[in-house]
């Protein structure tokens, strides 16, 4: 089955921080895109970052430019997102999705990230 | 940044009636080279993650529903539903893909009327 399933979210202090994963499944991760999309509950859809096919060239919003950071390892169909200096601001539901040319063709089902003391 | 602006951010519709909602960039999505508006449309109901609905503006992905058509060029897009059911309550988000940061529109909810 085509799947995309993310883990790691929880609760974490301001300024702590928190590693995010998503599992891919019944496709060849290593040539699509891959992106972090996130969504406070009962808000709109905001892009966080995505990374290139080939693990090396790698793209942010700058709200979390210098904070975040996204890593793939094809060999294991991961796509990772390792988030520093966390902010309130930052709590959400955070998808991993697949792009084809950027467009976010398939999406996971999210893991919540909250961002408290 | 390209903002993307979308309206209504809400609105109501009886069953089998038209849908129609916009969206509007602050900057062209039509790539000359290529003739191509990077502009797609997301669907998402209550508890789901998105659903692409469209690409390239009005290219419906495979499996939705033929109710759906987007239409528009450069900077105006709208998105219609052409008989509304109940299956269509939803969020609708149109997105540039023309440049980084990709960005969304802010939404429509759609209702039954």
């Known amino acids: 089955e085509v799947q995309l399933v993310e883990s790691g979210g929880g609760l974490v202090q301001p300024g702590g921080s928190l590693r995010l994963s998503c599992a891919a499944s019944?496709?060849?991760?290593?040539?699509?895109?891959m992106h972090w999309v996130r969504q406070v509950p009962g808000k709109g859809l905001v892009w966080v970052s995505g990374?290139?096919?080939?693990?090396?060239?790698?793209i942010y919003a700058d709200s979390v430019k210098g904070r975040f950071t996204v890593s793939r390892d094809n060999a294991k169909n991961t796509l990772s997102l390792q988030m520093n200096s966390l902010r309130a601001e930052d709590t959400a539901l955070y998808y991993c999705?697949?792009?084809?040319?950027?467009?976010?063709?398939?999406w996971g089902r999210g893991t919540l990230v909250t961002v408290s003391s | 940044d390209i903002v993307m602006t979308q309206s209504p951010d809400s609105l109501a519709v009886s069953l089998g009636e038209r849908a129609t909602i916009n969206c509007k960039s602050s900057?062209?999505?039509?790539?000359?080279?290529?003739?191509?508006?990077?502009l797609a449309w997301f669907q998402q109901k209550s508890g789901q993650p998105p659903k692409l609905l469209i690409y390239?503006?009005?290219t419906r992905e495979s499996g939705v529903s033929d109710r759906f058509s987007g239409s528009g060029s450069g900077t105006d897009f709208t998105l219609t539903i052409s008989s509304l059911q109940a299956e269509d309550v939803a969020v609708y988000y149109c997105?540039?893909?023309?440049?980084?940061?990709?960005?969304f529109g802010g939404g429509t909810k759609v209702e039954i009327k």
């Open positions: 019944g496709f060849n991760f290593g040539t699509y895109w």
């Open positions: 390239w503006a009005f």
């Open positions: 990374v290139h096919s080939d693990e090396n060239s790698a």
């Open positions: 999705s697949r792009s084809s040319g950027w467009i976010f063709g398939l």
């Open positions: 997105q540039q893909y023309y440049s980084d940061p990709l960005t």
């Open positions: 900057q062209s999505v039509l790539k000359s080279s290529n003739n191509q508006n990077y």
